[in-house]
């Protein structure tokens, strides 16, 4: 045995050999002395990977399209058909030439009111990726860069204002008011109470003028103060859903915390009245077939009792999704516009 060892104790060159085989290789040529500290360094390297991992897919131009429209909230036109509202009451749509005209006024709204909705998503992006639904939008998802988002956006804001202004001046000039609202909006008015609301009512009564001035209808006084009505107790009940939903963490409105739920009821209740005597008045100074208007009357009144009801249910954040599901609401809405249309077209 003393054969196999060296003088002073050390291994011979084949116990040395013997044990090393026992190791495995990558670590025995990691450590040994005599292999370049090159090669080691290479195999000491944290970023070595044997499985290299695969190119991002790009999207297909479909992909990219679909992206672009839930970006611009296709849901959200429903708001735009007010600029329908001047012209039907008028009884003026059977006209082709009016007919065109208030088409073109909801495409116009349409493309400008999206341009908002895509700076707005741009801006709000953090919060957004905080806030379990609107967490899925586009641009908080990752799914459309903020760059791109702005391009779309500009090129929204100037093919409507171009448009409506070969439609006529008037609506050119509507479409440049509603950008400069929303805008204003979403620098300061969203951070002052009671503002807020006003602002987005604001922008429902814009989109009537729209119709009105595209179409050159005039527009009556109590037209414009039932669709300003109408649009505070939307916007205030939409506030009220959201202080009830909120739990108090998380992200939430600048001004929602200073408002209370006794306030927005208050609120809701007051223009919920002002809108119905405002519209009554409305229905009896007609000149003509008073009766369809005054039973119209009924539908409008259950319909906005129907949303304070579902409001105190707990629904409401997203109003016209809660419109266009609930069954009750969507029956008043076709009662309501029946009577409203015979009211126009009967006997006309």
Not at 76 to 95: E, M, T, Y
Not at 130 to 146: F, T
């Amino acid at each position: 045995m003393e054969s196999l060892h060296r003088r002073g104790g050390e291994p011979c060159p084949h116990e040395t050999l013997q044990r090393r085989s026992e190791i495995n290789p990558v670590e025995a040529a990691a450590h040994d002395p005599l292999v370049d500290v090159a090669a080691r360094e290479l195999l000491e390297a944290p970023s070595l990977s044997l499985v290299r991992p695969a190119p991002e897919r790009r999207r297909t131009a479909a992909e990219r399209a679909w992206i672009l429209l839930r970006a611009v909230r296709p849901r959200q036109w429903s708001k735009n058909l007010l600029v329908l509202a001047a012209p039907a009451a008028a009884g003026a749509l059977d006209h082709s030439s009016v007919a065109g005209q208030a088409l073109a006024a909801f495409v116009v709204l349409c493309m400008v009111s999206s341009a908002t909705y895509l700076v707005n998503d741009v801006r709000d992006r953090e919060q957004d990726r905080l806030h379990p639904r609107k967490r899925k939008r586009p641009v908080a998802a990752g799914e459309l860069a903020p760059a791109a988002a702005l391009r779309y956006a500009a090129v929204l804001a100037t093919g409507g204002i171009a448009l409506g202004t070969i439609v006529t001046p008037g609506l050119g000039l509507v479409a440049v008011g509603y950008l400069a609202l929303t805008a204003s909006y979403s620098l300061w008015w969203r951070r002052v109470v009671v503002l807020d609301i006003l602002a987005i009512a604001a922008g429902f009564v814009l989109r009537a003028i729209a119709g009105g001035v595209a179409t050159d209808i005039y527009l009556s006084r109590w037209f414009v103060l039932v669709t300003a009505f109408c649009a505070i107790y939307l916007v205030a009940a939409k506030r009220l859903a959201e202080l009830r939903d909120h739990t108090g963490a998380g992200p939430v409105r600048a001004t929602l915390r200073r408002y209370s739920i006794g306030s927005l009821g208050l609120t809701l209740g007051a223009s919920a009245t002002a809108a119905g005597v405002a519209y009554t008045s409305w229905a009896f100074t007609r000149p003509a077939h008073v009766v369809w208007y005054a039973l119209s009357i009924v539908p409008l009144l259950l319909w906005l009792v129907r949303y304070a009801m579902l409001i105190g249910a707990g629904a409401g954040q997203a109003p016209e999704e809660l419109i266009l599901r609930d069954r009750a609401l969507l029956a008043l809405t076709v009662a309501w516009g029946l009577l409203f249309l015979g009211g126009v077209y009967v006997g006309h």
